[in-house]
T-cell receptor, first 117, second 116 residues
Framework: AQSVTQLDSQVPVFEEAPVELRCNYS??????LFWYVQYPNQGLQLLLK??????LVESINGFEAEFNKSQTSFHLRKPSVHISDTAEYFC???????????????FGKGTKLSVIP | GAGVSQSPSNKVTEKGKDVELRCDPI?????LYWYRQSLGQGLEFLIY????????KSGLPSDRFSAERTGGSVSTLTIQRTQQEDSAVYLC??????????????FGQGTRLTVV
């Protein structure tokens, strides 16, 4: 079984400032890691994912996340945020092995990012 | 279709009534998932389908909840004798197939259920 902890429920940040949204996970097996974003009044969208290979993954809109196995973390960062980044961000994990439990995503409770003009 | 479609988008029902929530997945996606998003609780996995079969129903919160999928496409989540604690946003997602590398799930916009 896996679990995900997002330490901050809300993160206010000024426009053009950097931001880090924290995610830690717990699992007895290797995992795949995901960040999903939910803009106001919209459905969840995949932002980026780590499956294998380079531990640093990037999205098309400037976010990046680094998989740190020793710290069991997958923090999301952006060097300069925009108003349009205001949304709720969810970290999720799934088992990297086939079999029971590998089909589902386990989500954290989400972090609401509010970008202040 | 272009994306995962859910209906209705909003549903208000009286306590004790039955409700049906519908999900139309992306064409060609064999895997379909239901999640529940409660205020302050994050997303809770309910059930998944591979084709028309649901191998694991253990995520359903009670026996008042059931789901089916027909023709490998549309799925219906039914909640019988609704209770106020059932109020939540019910999300449906689909993916090409079930498996670790295929868990890139595409989500619908959800059905907001309010039980009064």
């Amino acid at each position: 079984a896996q679990s995900v902890t997002q330490l901050d429920s809300q993160v206010p940040v000024f426009e053009e400032a950097p931001v880090e949204l924290r995610c830690n996970y717990s699992s007895s097996v290797s995992v795949y890691l995901f960040w999903y974003v939910q803009y106001p009044n919209q459905g969840l969208q995949l932002l980026l994912k780590y499956l294998s290979g380079s531990t640093l993954v990037e999205s098309i809109n400037g976010f990046e996340a680094e998989f740190n196995k020793s710290q069991t973390s997958f923090h999301l960062r952006k060097p300069s945020v925009h108003i349009s980044d205001t949304a709720e961000y969810f970290c999720a994990v799934s088992s990297a092995y086939s079999g029971a439990g590998s089909y589902q995503l386990t989500f954290g409770k989400g972090t609401k990012l509010s970008v202040i003009p | 279709g272009a994306g995962v479609s859910q209906s209705p988008s909003n549903k208000v029902t009286e306590k004790g009534k039955d409700v049906e929530l519908r999900c139309d997945p992306i064409s060609g996606h064999t895997a379909l998932y239901w999640y529940r998003q409660s205020l302050g609780q994050g997303l809770e996995f309910l059930i998944y389908f591979q084709g028309n079969s649901a191998p694991d129903k253990s995520g359903l919160p009670s026996d008042r909840f059931s789901a089916e999928r027909t023709g490998g496409s549309v799925s219906t989540l039914t909640i019988q004798r609704t209770q106020q604690e059932d109020s939540a946003v019910y999300l449906c997602a689909s993916s090409l197939s079930v498996g670790p590398r295929n868990t890139e799930a595409f989500f619908g916009q959800g059905t907001r259920l309010t039980v009064v």
